[in-house]
């Protein structure tokens, strides 16, 4: 099976834009988490789509949002963008998102905000 | 709140030698599952081991074993004959059903291996 995929690999903004970065899980499974990582902060959860729902948010702005298709492909906005939004976005999809499920990772989308 | 601990930013071990990364964390949780995932320079986090809290028996993967002590909640990765190619930075990870599946990662600790 194809891994996950997330495009674009590298994005370069500017501070007010927004940006859309997507997330195409392995074929079959139904859960979609995505993570900001930065130096120093780790991963940090900001949510999970499973059927199109979101299941969970993490602790982030309302600038921060995502959505889910009916072909388990997901997408993530961050509107008005700040420096501090500079990062890696992570995507990750497991079979149905049970906590003893691993989780596949993406290659992760670069975000430069200038 | 669950949080994850990793107290070493950087590491580094002599090819062929052995490496302990630490890991505590904090739940009041009984039920949950630990993991560690690697993270190459410019590629994709792998799932390196992954512990159920339930079971006693430390998990291990070829050269890769944890020391899971419940009651300290430690989870320390060792990793024995250590090859060029396990350079990286090592993430811990902890998740529950009961807090709807998200995962809590620690800072990570980067590897470094010394031919």
């Known amino acids: 099976k194809a891994g996950v995929t997330q495009t674009p690999r590298y994005l370069i903004k500017t501070r007010g834009q927004q940006v859309t970065l997507s997330c195409s899980p392995i074929?079959?499974?139904?859960?979609v988490s995505w993570y900001q990582q930065t130096p120093g902060q780790g991963l940090q959860f900001l949510f999970e789509?499973?059927?199109?729902?979101?299941?969970n948010k993490g602790n982030f702005p309302g600038r921060f949002s995502g959505r889910q298709f009916s072909n388990s492909r997901s997408e993530m906005n961050v509107s008005t963008l700040e420096l501090g939004d500079s990062a890696l976005y992570l995507c990750?999809?497991?079979?149905?998102?049970?906590?003893?499920?691993?989780?596949?990772f993406g290659p992760g989308t670069r975000l430069t905000v200038l | 709140a669950q949080t994850v601990t990793q107290s070493q930013p950087e590491m580094s071990v002599q090819e062929a030698e052995t490496v302990t990364l630490s890991c505590t964390y904090d739940t009041s949780e009984s039920d949950y599952y630990l993991f560690w995932y690697k993270q190459p320079p410019s590629r994709q986090m792998i799932l390196v081991i992954r512990q159920e809290a339930y079971k006693q028996q430390n998990a291990t993967e070829n050269r890769f074993s944890v020391n899971f002590q419940k009651a300290a909640k430690s989870f320390s990765l060792k990793i024995s004959d250590s090859q060029l190619g396990d350079a990286a930075m090592y993430f811990c990870?902890?998740?529950?059903?009961?807090?709807?599946?998200?995962?809590?990662f620690g800072t990570g600790t980067s590897l470094t291996v010394i031919p």
């Open positions: 074929s079959g499974h139904r859960s």
């Open positions: 789509y499973f059927s199109e729902t979101q299941r």
């Open positions: 990750a999809s497991s079979p149905l998102g049970r906590a003893r499920n691993e989780q596949f």
């Open positions: 990870a902890y998740r529950t059903d009961n807090t709807g599946n998200q995962f809590y």
